[in-house]
C-alpha cells in the first residue's frame, strides 16, 4: 500500500490524507481565477465563515473524544464538568485579552496558529514531540502559510484589519506592520527554512513521510498561497488541510484502539468516512453550541447584528482564537502523549 500521512500512530493511506485536500484547494484556485472581477471579493467571507461548519469548529468539538481518551490512557479520572468549566474558562481569559488589546492579541494569535498547525504536521509525522528539529519544522511550515496573506496580498490584509477595527486611527498601518517587501521576504526565509529543515531532519511532514514529498506538498501549496486572497486561502487551509487531517488522526486512534482491544491489525480502510462521521456528526451539538455562540459573541463585540458579513469574518477570527487556546493544548498532550508511547513509536501501521 502507497503509505500518506503519518499520524504517529500508524499510517493514512496517501490518496486519503492528499485527495481530499488537493482536490478542493485546485478547484478552488481555478474557480477564483475563472470568476469574474469582484467575485472573489464578494464571496470571499462568505467561503470563509463556512469553514466554521465544514470542519472547522467541529474538528475542535472533537477535543471531548480526545480528553476522555487522553484521561483513560493516564490513568486519571474523566470528569465532563471539569474538562468543560477549564475549557471555558481559558476562552474567556482570551476573550478577556481580545477586548482589552486586539492587536497584540492578534499577532499572539497568528503566532500560536503558527505553531499549532505546523506541529500538527511535522510531530506525527516524526514520532517526536519536542526537539530542535522539531521546533525548527513546525514553526517553518506553520509560519509561511500564516503569513502568505500578508506577503501577497498585503492591501487586503490593512483593509480587513481596518474594517475590524483593531486599533485606533481607521485605517492607518499598525505599528508592527512591516510593509509588503518585509512581509515577502520573512515569507520567503520561512518556506527556505522549511525546506532546510525538513532535509537536515531526512523526514517530511504529511506526504509519504519523506522529505521529498514534503517538499513536493511545499511546492504544491506555494501558487494556491500566492494567489488565493486572504480569506479564501486562511480558510481553505484550516478546512481541507489542517482540521481534515486532524479528523484522519482521530479516526486512526479510534481504530487503533478498536483493533487493540481486539487483537487485530487497524487498517485504513473506510478511514475517509470515519474521519467524516467524527467531525461532522459525532459530536454535532458540541459544534453546534459553539456555532450558535458566535451571535452573543458578535453582538458583544460590534454592539449591534447587521453590520456586515465582513465585520463577522473579524468575530469569527477572535471566536477561532479563544477556541485555539484549549484546542492547541489538548492537542500538544496528545503529541507527548504519543511520543512517549508504542503507538508513538510506530508500534502499529494501519498498512
Not at 477564483?32 to 470542519?55: E, R
Not at 529543515?197 to 522529505?211: I, K, L, N, Q
Not at 493544548?329 to 496528545?334: A, C, P, T, Y
Request: aromatic residues 12%; positive net charge; proline residues 4%.
Amino acid at each position: 500500500m502507497i503509505n500518506g500521512g503519518d499520524t504517529g500512530a500508524g499510517r493514512v493511506a496517501w490518496g486519503v490524507w492528499h485527495g481530499g485536500p488537493w482536490l478542493v484547494a485546485w478547484c478552488l484556485v481555478g474557480a477564483v481565477l475563472a470568476a469574474p472581477a469582484g467575485w472573489a471579493d464578494a464571496f470571499g467571507p462568505w467561503f470563509f465563515l463556512s469553514s466554521v461548519l465544514v470542519f472547522g469548529l467541529s474538528h475542535g468539538a472533537a477535543d471531548v473524544w480526545l480528553a476522555r481518551r487522553l484521561s483513560a490512557c493516564e490513568g486519571k479520572t474523566w470528569s465532563a464538568t471539569r474538562f468543560v468549566i477549564s475549557y471555558l474558562a481559558m476562552m474567556c481569559l482570551a476573550l478577556v485579552v481580545w477586548a482589552l488589546a486586539p492587536l497584540p492579541a492578534f499577532a499572539l494569535f497568528l503566532l500560536l496558529t503558527a505553531w499549532h498547525w505546523g506541529s500538527a504536521e511535522v510531530v506525527p509525522s516524526r514520532g517526536r514531540a519536542t526537539g530542535a528539529a522539531v521546533v525548527a519544522q513546525s514553526m517553518a511550515r506553520g509560519t509561511w502559510v500564516i503569513l502568505a496573506p500578508f506577503a501577497w496580498h498585503t492591501d487586503q490584509v490593512v483593509a480587513l484589519l481596518a474594517s475590524w477595527g483593531w486599533w485606533p486611527g481607521g485605517a492607518a498601518e499598525p505599528a508592527f506592520w512591516l510593509g509588503q517587501g518585509g512581509w515577502l521576504a520573512l515569507w520567503w526565509l520561512a518556506v527556505a527554512a522549511d525546506l532546510l529543515a525538513t532535509g537536515a531532519a531526512g523526514r517530511g511532514h504529511s506526504g509519504d513521510g519523506s522529505a521529498g514529498a514534503c517538499r513536493l506538498e511545499i511546492c504544491l501549496l506555494l501558487p494556491a498561497a500566492m494567489l488565493l486572497p486572504p480569506l479564501w486561502w486562511v480558510g481553505l487551509y484550516f478546512m481541507a488541510f489542517h482540521a481534515w487531517r486532524h479528523g484522519l488522526r482521530l479516526a486512526l486512534l479510534k481504530k487503533l484502539d478498536s483493533a487493540r482491544g481486539r487483537r487485530r491489525s487497524a487498517t485504513d480502510r473506510g478511514l475517509g468516512q470515519e474521519a467524516c462521521r467524527l467531525l461532522l456528526l459525532d459530536h454535532r451539538g458540541y459544534w453546534l453550541a459553539a456555532a450558535l455562540l458566535l451571535v452573543p459573541v458578535g453582538w458583544w463585540w460590534h454592539g449591534r447584528l447587521g453590520t456586515g458579513v465582513l465585520s463577522w469574518t473579524g468575530t469569527y477570527v477572535m471566536w477561532l482564537a479563544a477556541l485555539t487556546v484549549p484546542h492547541a493544548l489538548l492537542v500538544r498532550r496528545l503529541d507527548h502523549r504519543e511520543a512517549g508511547s508504542a503507538i508513538g513509536g510506530g508500534g502499529y501501521d494501519a498498512s
